[in-house]
Nanobody
Framework: QVQLVESGGGLVQAGGSLRLSCAAS????????VGWFRQAPGKEREFVGG????????YYPDSVKGRFTISRDNSKNTVYLQMNSLNAEDTAVYYC????????????????WGQGTQVTVSS
C-alpha cells in the first residue's frame, strides 16, 4: 500500500515558481510511477506530467512542456514538480498519483492518490 502526501502549494505571482513535493510511504515506492494532475473549479482533472519508477523517463503535455519539470529521489520516497513561469491558467488543486512502473496520462489508471495541494497564481 502506498500513501501520498502533497505539499508546497501556495499563492504566487504570475511569472513566479513553485516546487511541489509528493511524499510517499511504503517500502516499494521505488517501483511506482508517479503522475501529477491538476483540477481547476468546474474543469476536468488534467494530466500535467509523469515520471517512471526509476526517473529515467518523463512526459509532459504541451500545456506545461518547458515550464514544468518532474524529478524523484527514491532514497527519500519523494517526487517533485518544479513549476516555472506560472500564469493564472495554472491555478488549480494539484494531485500526485502512483501506479506500478510506468506513468499514464489517464487518471483512472492510477491506484493511489494524494489529497491535493492548492496552487493559486495571481495576475
Amino acid at each position: 500500500q502506498v500513501q501520498l502526501v502533497e505539499s508546497g502549494g501556495g499563492l504566487v505571482q504570475a511569472g513566479g515558481s513553485l516546487r511541489l513535493s509528493c511524499a510517499a510511504s511504503g517500502r516499494t515506492f521505488s517501483s511506482y510511477a508517479v503522475g501529477w494532475f491538476r483540477q481547476a473549479p468546474g474543469k476536468e482533472r488534467e494530466f500535467v506530467g509523469g515520471i517512471n519508477w526509476s526517473g529515467s523517463s518523463t512526459y509532459y503535455p504541451d500545456s506545461v512542456k518547458g515550464r514544468f519539470t518532474i524529478s524523484r529521489d527514491n532514497s527519500k520516497n519523494t517526487v517533485y514538480l518544479q513549476m516555472n513561469s506560472l500564469n493564472a491558467e495554472d491555478t488549480a488543486v494539484y494531485y500526485c498519483a502512483a501506479r506500478v512502473q510506468y506513468y499514464s496520462v489517464y487518471a483512472s489508471n492510477y491506484d493511489h492518490w494524494g489529497q491535493g495541494t492548492q496552487v493559486t497564481v495571481s495576475s
